[in-house]
């Protein structure tokens, strides 16, 4: 072999018939001579069988003869690169072409081969046909191709150094399929009415036959404006027809269609139509355009007369929040600082009482002297006119440490100190000389209840707040008047007390309407639907004259009232319209221990408070001890039979408990300040 | 008021279904029987024919689904030799491969054909429906797919069956078609073969074969009720 090359050495011409790829080959150098030598010797042979050693010889020869051209020219030269298969692609899923793209060719002239192998086979094919489908492709026409059958397809570069396998791919035609553009795409302008609208139709790729139901397409169309950039795409189904509206009054569009298959690739897009739509008036345009104008319009309109009734607007839409309003109140005075001027407008005539005339404001005392009498009555004589007094309203509860309320019990303890008499309780004289006012319609009555029946003496003064009628010298628990315009409330007595105190001396005290209303005392008492109320007494200057009062109450302890006993009636007047009953004293009983002791209180105890807020009065029994006179449930029972004539006809429903003391007393009303019935 | 609504609703439903009933009834008139009364009574047999190739695309597409999702999971080893040792338990049904192939043969063996098939992958389908679900690593999704898929072959032969019986009862086709003949046949031969086969060629194996009664279903179609959608 050594001695075959370095003959080969001298051989300057080369000569081969034998293999053509070499005769193209481009050599390139090999650094290492024995490589080379090596590289010739691998190039494969296409048949050695029968070839003579002389024909072998004449082979490695020219080989060696090149690698010495090589050598002399100085290029470099290297087995092909690898080629890749580019795609396989199926027009019509009967037939199918392969592309490859050669890798580099190594500076030799390189071959390239394709060879494929069908499913489950082992037997290797090479490509029929080269070059229907042109440079580097491999077509398969219908004879060869199978459908639903994997074709394992390889690709391989030869060249005179070497050969080189492409990878292999495996495909399999039904998933190949690209289609070619529908053809025959046809554009017509037709009318709807007034509107134009574009009709698009076209035809299925001559290949494709789908008429057969070989291959089933699916088309999509595009159009746009000659001047645009964007298309606008209609996937159009298995139809091959197309209409497009609102188009643009004599534009010019493009159109496109492409189609693809089930399981395939889209196919290009064919190539454009134009068509240009005729001149038409756009109805709904217009009408948009007027309703924009339109409502412009209106909306300036609008704008205008709010403006111009700005003002009315506001004071409708938010109007102005009245600020507080004191009649008689400058504002002015106040900002400037004058606050004494500000204020001096509000004082009105009666307040603030400038003439402490407190004796006024009292409630005028009786202190009756009552034997065995639990309790006392006093009889308010005297009207308050203090209109600007105001009470509050309050709802049953009179326990509630109210002024009256504690004025009361400033009574007791008064009372309890000076138990010096023993007052008759049983009588109940007292005469109330109330009197309302017509307009009242809800003023209390405090059914003075002495809880002490030893309690009773001269001290003991109960009032009998029927009205509020002012008893200079007394102790100022306050009677309230009805007034015309409030409602009223009485206040509340837990205890009475009375005290049968000198009379006569009171009597001056009593205020310029007793004398004249003593003969005629009225009880009017009204019962509002609602729950009686506790006349509170708010002023203090009432407070004050209580305390003034009570000391003076104590002078007059020392006076002996006789016990009386008196059973008077009350009789019912009228009941007027507020519901309130007048009542009118019936003298009894003739005789007057008491020449001066006018005022007998005669009460009538009400014996319950109906459903309908009537009234039954029973003649008062006996009084309780620690009664507390505001809460209804102790008022004493009594037969409803020897109820004078004022019992109220109206059945009770809820009679009051019975007392532990039944005397008959007398009929006397009694103003309590009861709740409705809650127990 | 109240009293008044009711009677006339009513009134106003009789009108309008009398309307709709005489619409439809001249619409039933006018779309089975066109012009062309040769063709009139072929229209319930391409509805139904539209029916079953809807169905069999549903299939295939869901098959293609399952198999893409496979793809991802198990790539198929680059090894050839393991590829080309896959071999479809079909296989043995000599399915043609070609538009002419499919266009020569007798309609009655088309329909033999896509029935052999849709029999074939029953139980295959069914096993491999078990197998996905007691793997953990598969999603639901797939577990769905995978039954859905085994619910589709069973009607979809059904399907078939019930356009074969109304080709025979038109005329249209002989009465050789059978559905009990082939496929015990085919069950035993078969039977083990499937079992041997990964999930992956399985898959592979029912893509393609779905794809092909899909086909066959059209093609047939187009042969015997060309004026319907052809």
């Known amino acids: ?679 | 008021m109240m009293a008044h609504i009711r009677p006339v609703s009513a009134v106003w439903v009789g009108i309008i279904c009398l309307v709709f009933s005489s619409r439809l009834s001249t619409m039933k008139a006018a779309s089975i029987c066109p012009n062309d009364q040769t063709g009139c009574h072929l229209l319930p047999l391409a509805n139904l024919f539209d029916r079953v190739i809807q169905h069999s695309a549903r299939m295939h597409g869901i098959s293609d689904d399952l198999h893409s999702e496979f793809e991802l999971y198990f790539l198929p080893s680059k090894n050839q030799i393991g590829r080309v040792s896959r071999n479809c338990h079909t296989s043995t049904i000599l399915t043609p491969n070609g538009k002419e192939n499919a266009q020569r043969i007798a309609r009655e063996e088309l329909a033999e054909i896509i029935l052999k098939l849709l029999v074939a992958w029953r139980d295959p389908l069914w096993h491999f429906h078990q197998s996905m679900s007691q793997h953990d690593e598969f999603t639901n999704f797939s577990s769905n797919k995978s039954l859905e898929m085994s619910d589709m072959v069973h009607e979809l032969r059904k399907g078939v069956l019930k356009v074969v019986e109304k080709m025979q009862m038109l005329g249209i086709i002989s009465n050789s078609v059978g559905d009990t003949g082939s496929p015990e046949a085919l069950l035993t031969s078969d039977s083990a073969e499937w079992r041997f086969m990964k999930d992956y060629d399985l898959l592979y194996c029912f893509r393609r074969d779905s794809n092909k009664i899909q086909n066959y279903l059209k093609i047939l179609k187009c042969r015997i009720v060309p004026k319907h959608g052809c």
């Open chain 1, 1 to 679: 072999m050594n001695e075959k090359i370095s003959r080969m050495h001298f051989f300057f011409v080369v000569k081969h018939h034998r293999s053509k790829d070499l005769s193209r080959a481009q050599i390139s150098n090999f650094p290492h001579p024995h490589l080379s030598l090596f590289v010739f010797f691998s190039v494969p042979q296409p048949s050695l069988c029968g070839a003579t050693m002389r024909k072998a010889e004449g082979g490695i020869l020219l080989r060696l003869l090149l690698l010495f051209m090589l050598h002399a020219t100085g290029t470099s030269y290297s087995p092909p690169g690898k080629p890749t298969l580019t795609r396989c692609r199926s027009p019509e899923k009967e037939t199918f072409t392969c592309w490859w793209e050669p890798g580099s060719d190594g500076g030799l002239p390189t071959k390239y081969a394709l060879y494929y192998r069908k499913e489950n086979s082992d037997k290797v094919f090479e490509c029929p046909d080269y070059r229907t489908a042109g440079e580097n492709s491999c077509f398969f026409n219908k004879n060869d191709t199978s459908v639903w059958v994997n074709y394992n397809i390889t690709v391989v570069a030869t060249n005179a150094l070497g050969r080189t396998f492409s990878d292999p791919v495996d495909i399999d035609v039904v998933y190949i399929v690209k289609p070619n553009p529908p053809e025959n795409l046809a554009l017509t302008v037709l009318w709807d009415q007034t509107w134009p609208y574009l009709h698009v139709s076209w035809e299925s790729p001559q290949k494709a036959d789908t008429r057969s139901g070989w291959i089933t397409l699916i088309y999509e169309l595009r159009i746009k404006l000659e001047d645009e950039d964007e298309w606008e795409e209609h996937p159009a189904g298995q139809q091959k027809t197309f209409n497009i509206f609102s188009l643009c009054s004599g534009g010019k569009y493009l159109v496109q269609v492409r189609c693809k298959p089930d399981h395939g690739f889209w196919s290009e897009w064919s190539s454009s139509q134009y068509v240009k739509v005729p001149e038409y008036f756009n109805r709904e345009k217009s009408m948009w355009v007027l309703a924009v104008i339109f409502s412009a319009f209106a909306l300036f309109i609008i704008t205008w007369l709010i403006h111009m009734n700005c003002h009315n607007l506001k004071q409708c839409i938010l109007p102005s929040v009245p600020g507080p309003k004191i009649k008689g109140f400058d504002e002015q005075l106040l900002k400037d600082g004058k606050s004494m001027d500000a204020f001096s407008s509000l004082v009105g005539a009666n307040f603030p009482p400038t003439t402490t005339n407190y004796e006024d404001l009292l409630v005028e005392y009786l202190e009756v002297f009552v034997p065995e009498e639990r309790e006392l009555m006093l009889e308010e004589t005297k009207e308050l006119h203090n209109d600007s007094l105001k009470f509050e309203n309050s709802t049953s509860d009179c326990d509630s440490g109210r002024g009256s309320c504690d004025s009361h019990t400033l009574l007791i303890d008064k009372s309890e100190e000076e138990k010096g008499q023993q007052p008759d309780q049983q009588s109940s004289e007292i005469k109330m000389d109330g009197k309302g006012q017509d307009e009242e319609d809800k003023y209390l009555t405090c059914s003075p209840e002495n809880v002490d029946s030893h309690q009773l003496s001269s001290e003991k003064v109960k009032t009998w707040p029927s009205s509020f009628s002012p008893l200079p010298e007394y102790s100022p628990i306050p009677l309230q008047q009805p007034n015309s315009h409030e409602t009223s409330k009485q206040p509340c007595l837990s205890d009475s007390l009375f005290a049968a105190g000198p009379l006569p001396s009171h009597f001056p005290h009593l205020g310029h309407n007793t004398k004249d209303e003593i003969g005629s005392s009225y009880w009017q008492f009204g019962i509002s639907n609602k729950q009686l109320h506790l006349l509170h007494q708010q002023m203090e200057a009432h407070q004050q004259l209580q305390a003034h009062k009570n000391a003076s109450v104590s002078n007059i302890g020392h006076l002996q009232l006789p016990s009386v006993r008196f059973t008077e009636y009350v009789e019912v007047q009228r009941v007027s319209d507020q519901n309130m009953v007048i009542l009118h004293p019936v003298p009894s009983h003739p005789e007057t221990s008491y020449p001066d002791w006018h005022q007998t209180e005669e009460y009538s105890k009400v014996k319950c408070v109906d459903n309908d807020n009537g009234l039954l009065l029973l003649q008062r029994e006996g009084v309780e001890e620690g009664m507390d006179m505001c809460s209804y449930e102790e008022l004493p029972e009594s037969d409803p039979s020897k109820t004078t004539n004022t019992t109220f006809t109206s059945p009770c429903s809820q009679p009051a408990p019975s007392v532990q003391d039944e005397r008959v007393v007398g009929g006397y009303v009694e103003t309590s300040v009861f709740t409705l019935p809650t127990y």
